[in-house]
T-cell receptor, first 114, second 114 residues
Framework: SQQGEEDPQALSIQEGENATMNCSYKTSINNLQWYRQNSGRGLVHLILIRSNEREKHSGRLRVTLDTSKKSSSLLITASRAADTASYFCATDALTGGGADGLTFGKGTHLIIQP | GAGVSQSPRYKVAKRGQDVALRCDPISGHVSLFWYQQALGQGPEFLTYFQNEAQLDKSGLPSDRFFAERPEGSVSTLKIQRTQQEDSAVYLC????????????FGPGTRLTVL
């Protein structure tokens, strides 16, 4: 079963605009990670935010985490055509002891129109 | 340096055949994960190794699925008597330790069962 739910399922914007994706999850977590997947390829790690952090930046990426609402958001600023991909949030369970795999959402498919 | 590699990249099997999927993790990575990704879905956890020890196999969907990592490096995921519902992309990921940290994904093996 998949814990997370990304919202929206699909998003199409113009190049240069900002893209915001949201993720909700169900159980208490250690960390939340965001991954990108280009069509037919493996996943690429974007950013990890720990449960005691509220916001993190990496280049054009900004991630927020609200553990009280069990939600996170990923903001991509000044989008480029190369950002077209599916984006997944993934969590590791607090009780897993590190021996569990990540639990992924269904993803947001982002299309950047040139 | 070399990333995670998987072979074959594509596999077509007739229903009832056995298949073996190989994963070569990044050298020195202790953790190795297998995930199954159905079309349009996020990856779902199958099993986790720490070195040669299989610490969690709770995600394996049936006893037809078997994974091993005998020397703590290369891993093989074996599916016996394949069924059509086994058709998916099988992703391997490696990392430094547990699910707490960034995972590095291979390109996946796309299995189609006819």
């Amino acid at each position: 079963s998949q814990q997370g739910e990304e919202d929206p399922q699909a998003l199409s914007i113009q190049e240069g605009e900002n893209a915001t994706m949201n993720c909700s999850y169900k159980t208490s977590i250690n960390n939340l990670q965001w991954y990108r997947q280009n069509s037919g390829r493996g996943l690429v790690h974007l950013i990890l935010i720990r449960s005691n952090e509220r916001e993190k930046h990496s280049g054009r990426l900004r991630v927020t985490l609200d553990t009280s609402k069990k939600s996170s958001s990923l903001l991509i600023t000044a989008s480029r055509a190369a950002d077209t991909a599916s984006y997944f949030c993934a969590t590791d369970a607090l009780t897993g002891g590190g021996a569990d795999g990540l639990t992924f959402g269904k993803g947001t498919h982002l299309i950047i129109q040139p | 340096g070399a990333g995670v590699s998987q072979s074959p990249r594509y596999k077509v099997a007739k229903r009832g055949q056995d298949v073996a999927l190989r994963c070569d993790p990044i050298s020195g990575h202790v953790s190795l994960f297998w995930y199954q990704q159905a079309l349009g879905q996020g990856p779902e956890f199958l099993t986790y190794f720490q070195n040669e020890a299989q610490l969690d196999k709770s995600g394996l969907p049936s006893d037809r699925f078997f994974a091993e990592r005998p020397e703590g490096s290369v891993s093989t995921l074996k599916i016996q008597r394949t069924q059509q519902e086994d058709s998916a992309v099988y992703l391997c990921a490696s990392g430094l330790a547990g699910a707490y940290n960034e995972q590095f994904f291979g390109p996946g093996t796309r299995l189609t069962v006819l």
